[in-house]
C-alpha cells in the first residue's frame, strides 16, 4: 500500500482507517436487483433507480483494488432446491414472479442462474471474496464473520443496493459485531428515494448510532497517495 492509512472526510465527523484492516464490502450488486426481469422488478420496482450507484462504486473498487485492500463482494440469492428459503420470505408479497420461478434471467434470485449474478462492470476478480448469503445481512448464515476476523479486518467501506434493505442490515450485523463500518451514500441505491435518503440519515444520526456516511470522492481522496514527508 502506497499509505498506511487515509482519513475520510464523514459524517458525523471524518474518521481515520488502517487500510490494512479495512475491506471494501459490496453488496448484491446483482443482475437480479440491477436488470429488467429480475427479483427487483417482480417485486414492483423501477430497476433503472438503482444505476446512480455503478459508477461511484466502480471508482472505489478500482482505487481499494490498486490500494491492495481486501475486496469483498456479496450476492442474496438461495439454493435451487431452496432449503435455505424460508417460507415466510418466498411466500411473502403478490410479486410478478416468486423466488425459485423461472424468469428471463433464469429463477429468481437462485445461486448459479444468470440474474444472480454480479452485473459485468463490477464483476469480482479472480481471488476476490464473494459471499452467498440467503438473508438480507451478510452475516447471517454465511462465514463473513470468520473471513474478516481472519484477515484482521476492523473496518468496512460498505456500498451496493438496497441503501434500506441489505446495505442496512449488514451495517447494524457489523456495528453489533464490532467492526467500524463506513457507507459510501453515492455507492448505495434503493428503489425509493427517500428511503435512501433515510438510510443513509438513520446510520449517522445520534453521533453515528450505527456508523459513517461518507461519498465517493472524500474515499478517492483519502487513498490518494500522499506526497513523501521528509
Ligand atoms: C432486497 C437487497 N432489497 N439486496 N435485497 O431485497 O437489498
Redesign the pocket.
Known sequence: MTNPSGTVAAEPEPITLDWSKTALVI??MQRD?MEPGGFGETLGNDVSRLARAVNPIASVLSAARDAGMLVIHTR?GHLPDLSDAPPAKVERGAPSLRIGDPGPMGRILIRGEAGHDIIPKLYPRRGEIVIDKPG?GAFYATGFDDILRKHGIENLLVCG??TE??VNTTVREANDRGYRCVVIGDGCASYFPEFHEMGLKMIKAQGGIFGWVTESAAVLQALKPQPNRP
Request: net charge negative; hydrophobic share 45%.
Open positions: 453488496i448484491d436487483f442474496e438480507k443496493v438496497t434493505v441489505c
